[in-house]
């Protein structure tokens, strides 16, 4: 009898404690034997291993939220800079692996051949050793998704790539709101310390690897935006159609896109993985246009993830993706319509 496997959920309703826990244990283990491998770690001696001694600071690092550095990234940073960057690489690896493992049994409870070709395919990814040779902390915003709402903090370590998985529930956005309010009281207008830091006369030209639409142009705006109306509500579509939007995007900002090979098996995940691949490495040439290929992946997460999506009754008969965006479009107005009736 053929399995008929079950959704994956779109959110996490609940904190998910014992994938957080495994996560953050799993790294602490893996720091040791990563110690051993001499990564250079840019990013984490330049911006992060040099924190301010006291909790709370105005914006140490205009670059970042200014609750990144004093208070999520502290335990890390005490650190001597290499082993603060081996227990960030340590972390970055366990929760890209074991969130793609997580996905993948909850959506082939079943089945466990799509789960660990799922590691398998993400722990060789060039995007995952990126991160770690630069050291930077992309992986860790997992931990926050997995742990929402109470990971907020965490998930908007970047906000601008993560952010938009809040749309997702109303209670995720409501915290998310919240948390960012309480920022402001806290740290004052600390985005307008970030947009005055990107927009300095003496700021350096831009960097080569920069594809958001800041450098490429505004044309993926209005697409990312009716991808976004149409996520249903999955985090990680929402994700994927937030990099179409946001106009600061590096190629391994995609790796938080990663743990969507738990999320399909067989063809579509082989395929999955060469498109991530691919695309991002060609987005490191300085061609404008092999930039704007380059979000080939996160579209291709985004169809990938859709419910029931074929690819061949779509070619056969495109009338069902028409209907299927009326029917989302017509969903959004009677919800928004119903909410704003009295009773």
């Known amino acids: 009898m053929t399995e008929t496997p079950r959704p994956a ?3 996490w309703r609940t904190p998910d404690w014992r994938l957080t826990l495994v996560m953050l244990i799993g790294g602490l283990l893996l720091a040791l034997p990563l110690s051993r491998i001499a990564f250079a770690g840019h990013d984490w001696v330049a911006y992060f291993s040099e924190t301010p001694d006291p909790l709370y600071t105005p914006q140490p690092n205009p670059s970042y939220p200014p609750w ?3 208070l999520v990234l502290r335990p890390l940073t005490v650190q ?5 960057l081996a227990l960030v690489n340590g972390l970055t690896l366990v929760c890209l692996t074991l969130f793609t493992y997580r996905l993948a049994r909850l959506q082939f409870p079943q089945q466990r051949a799509p789960a660990l070709a799922g590691v398998l395919l993400v722990a060789l990814n060039p995007l995952v050793w990126m991160l770690m040779w630069l050291g ?7 931990l926050g ?7 907020v903090p965490l998930l908007l370590l970047k906000f601008h790539i993560s952010g938009w998985a809040l749309l997702g529930t109303r209670r995720d956005l409501l915290w998310g709101l919240a948390w960012g309010g309480l920022s402001l009281i806290l740290w004052g207008l600390w985005p307008l310390n970030i947009l005055t830091a990107y927009n300095r006369p003496d700021q350096p030209p831009p960097h080569p690897l920069l594809m958001g639409w800041q450098t490429t142009g505004p044309l993926f705006i209005l697409p990312g935006l009716v991808l976004l109306l149409l996520s249903n509500r999955d985090p990680f579509r929402l994700i994927a159609a937030g990099t179409f939007i946001t106009p600061y995007l590096m190629p391994y900002h995609f790796s938080i896109l990663l743990p969507a090979l738990g999320r399909v098996r067989g063809w579509k995940q082989v395929a999955l993985w060469i498109i991530s691949l691919i695309f991002p490495v060609m987005s490191g040439l300085a ?11 996160p579209l291709a997460v985004w169809l990938l993830l859709a419910p029931d999506w074929r690819p061949a009754q779509l070619w056969r008969d495109p009338d069902t993706l028409l209907n299927r965006i009326r029917a989302t479009l017509y969903g959004l ?11």
């Open 333 to 343: 107005f009677t919800r928004w319509r119903t909410s704003h009736v009295h009773p």
């Open 136 to 142: 930077t902390v992309d992986g860790l915003m997992l």
């Open 145 to 151: 998704l997995a742990a929402l709402p109470f990971g």
């Open 68 to 70: 990144v550095l004093p």
């Open 9 to 11: 959920p779109q959110t």
């Open 287 to 297: 061609s404008l246009d092999l930039k704007r290929v380059s979000f080939v992946f």
């Open 80 to 84: 001597p800079p290499r082993s603060g």
